[in-house]
């Protein structure tokens, strides 16, 4: 695995100068990896969505490493404004409006009229952003329809020669993707339960509009493809038992699980853990079927039950 390199300040720079030529990198954030391309060049983007096979409908989040790069593409909100002073940097992608003198890459947005932003928090990725010097578009780093990487190994794995350079910062803290929020208009909009608990949020903007099922169907609010996650095995949830053939994906007390969420009922250590052991379990020959334990859906909760659900169907 000739371009795996451990996230060293030399490899940064080097990732850096990568990306702002056009090159694709894998980058760690504290969510998922990223697959980053220069948001500022067409023909990165195009390679973007021909690496992951996406339907380019399905348009990207760009990462910045300061609110204050994200001024001059995007119209800020009052909204965006009261969740960026309280969630970043972090695990949060807000929608909002291109400014007219947007100059990101058109295809970033997928024909929509807005555009997703995040500034992260992990430090490599901070610093990674900070070298580029450019905003970066990066979707999670694996093939479209298939889980999202926690680790350096997962983006090699479907990703290797497709990229010019994965830096190896170990696992993602959170293992989870980012909340998704459009701040574009008056209503704050939930797209995609993540990592940021909607209760947390609600705290911030008042209460949160869910995206309607039909909302779905439009371009509009995208990401919502209920194949999203799947892994290549049938996958049950709310299981309390295994049944025959399947393999048990515990959480909380479940002595028949032969992997565990988490034993505690940690609902953080969980989504930690939770594509992870997905993909442990996809890769063993032995899997015939995942059976997954009940979860709550309080915090994280939401977001853990949401990709299972995607993987389940
Ligand atoms: O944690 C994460 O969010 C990771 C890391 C790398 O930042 N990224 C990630 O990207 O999960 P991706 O491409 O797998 O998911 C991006 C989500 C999709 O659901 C997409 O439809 C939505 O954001 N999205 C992007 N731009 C949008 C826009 N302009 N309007 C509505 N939804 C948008
Ligand atoms: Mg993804």
């Not at 001024?71 to 909002?96: D, H």
Request: glycine letters at 6%.
């Amino acid at each position: 695995m000739d371009n795996l390199k451990p996230a060293s300040e030399m490899h940064i720079l080097q990732a850096a100068s990568l990306i702002r030529r056009g090159e694709l990198v894998a980058f760690p954030t504290e969510t998922v990896y990223g697959l980053g391309a220069n948001a500022l060049d067409d023909k990165a983007i195009a390679s973007v969505y021909a690496a992951k096979n996406r339907p380019d409908f399905n348009p990207l989040i760009i990462h910045f490493a300061s609110y204050k790069d994200v001024e001059s593409y995007a119209k800020l909100t009052e909204k965006a404004g009261m969740l960026i002073r309280r969630f970043w940097p972090g695990a949060l992608t807000l929608v909002l409006k291109r400014r007219q003198d947007c100059t990101l890459s058109k295809l970033v947005s997928a024909g929509l009229d807005t555009i997703a932003v995040r500034v992260p928090e992990h430090p490599i990725a901070q610093s990674f952003l900070r070298m580029a010097a450019c905003p970066v578009a990066a979707p999670s780093a694996n093939l479209s329809g298939l889980l999202s990487p926690t680790e350096a190994h997962h983006v090699a794995d479907s990703l290797e020669d497709k990229v010019a350079m994965i830096l190896d910062g170990g696992a993602c803290p959170a293992g989870l993707e980012s909340t998704v929020v459009d701040v574009s208009g008056e209503d704050a909009v939930l797209l995609r339960p993540g990592v940021v608990p909607v209760e947390e949020l609600e705290a911030v903007v008042g209460p949160l509009r869910k995206a309607s099922a039909k909302d779905a169907k439009k371009p509009h609010a995208p990401g919502q493809l209920k194949s999203h996650y799947a892994p290549s095995v049938p996958l049950r949830m709310n299981a309390k038992k295994p049944k025959e053939k399947e393999t048990l994906l515990g959480f909380g007390d479940a002595p028949e699980a032969t992997l565990n969420l988490s034993p505690t009922g940690d609902l953080i250590e969980a989504a930690a853990n939770l594509f992870a052991m997905l993909h442990i379990l996809d890769a063993d020959d032995a899997c015939k079927a995942i059976a997954v334990s009940p979860i709550p859906t309080d915090g994280i909760g939401l977001a853990i039950n949401d990709r299972l659900k995607r993987a389940s169907s």
